[in-house]
């Protein structure tokens, strides 16, 4: 029996997981799996019959160090999932939009930036921030999954807000430790969705980091 049909028949004895879908995904994000002396990271995605299929598997190294250099094309760009015309970046723009219908392609509306408090009325002044950075994810575990689920973290909307482009470049790559947004009405929210995900998609935080990460939240 292959360790792939070892993993899926023996979810019994999974240890941890978090049970929450990608918004517009069927896939459930991640379980932890212990098989006798080796342990599993694996993906189910709900199929038509309301089970789980196996989606995607890892065998967890103790303490891995990080071999594969981060390449933001190995995460793919923003899809379709739904098929209604709009991909990830416009259903954002489209879910955030307070006033205009939303076409396939969102090009005017009204927006209220959360980093910045500032209003704007162009969807070209929009930027789609990953409140996680992907490369934040990548260094943190994300660099060996697969393709498949590198492409759900890109697009998952739990991680995406539209903000203006400034605080989007200011913010580039860095974690709360580094960027919080200017709105310090904000800063709560913002550390615990950042905290959400982290944890949504088990990637490695040392406790230190997190209390650090935490402690940016002073409202």
Not at 68 to 87: A, K, P, T, V
Not at 115 to 125: G, M, P, R
Not at 163 to 187: D, F, H, I, Q, R
Request: hydrophobic share 30%.
């Amino acid at each position: 029996m292959s360790r792939l049909k070892l993993v899926a028949n023996k979810i019994e004895q999974c240890e941890k997981y978090s049970a929450n879908y990608s918004f517009l995904t069927r896939m459930l994000t991640i379980f932890d799996i212990r098989i006798d002396s080796e342990s599993y990271r694996a993906s189910f995605e709900q199929n038509n019959f309301g089970g789980l299929d196996l989606f995607y598997s890892q065998n967890i190294i103790a303490n891995p160090e990080l071999t594969l250099n981060y390449n933001r094309d190995d995460w793919g760009d923003w899809i379709d999932e739904n098929n209604d015309c709009q991909n990830t970046r416009n259903e954002v723009l489209a879910t955030f939009n307070e006033i205009t219908p939303n076409n396939c392609t969102v090009l005017t509306g009204q927006w209220f930036g959360p980093y910045t408090q500032k209003v704007f009325f162009n969807a070209s002044d929009i930027d789609i921030d990953h409140i996680v950075p992907v490369s934040y994810a990548h260094n943190h575990g994300g660099a060996y999954w697969s393709k498949e689920l590198k492409q759900q973290f890109y697009n998952d909307q739990e991680n995406l807000l539209a903000v203006s482009k400034l605080a989007n470049t200011s913010k580039g790559n860095k974690p709360p430790t580094e960027w919080m947004p200017a709105n310090g009405n904000y800063a709560c929210q913002y550390v615990d969705t950042f905290l959400y995900i982290v944890d949504k998609y088990h990637l490695n935080l040392l406790n230190e980091e997190r209390n650090t990460i935490t402690s940016q939240c002073t409202n």
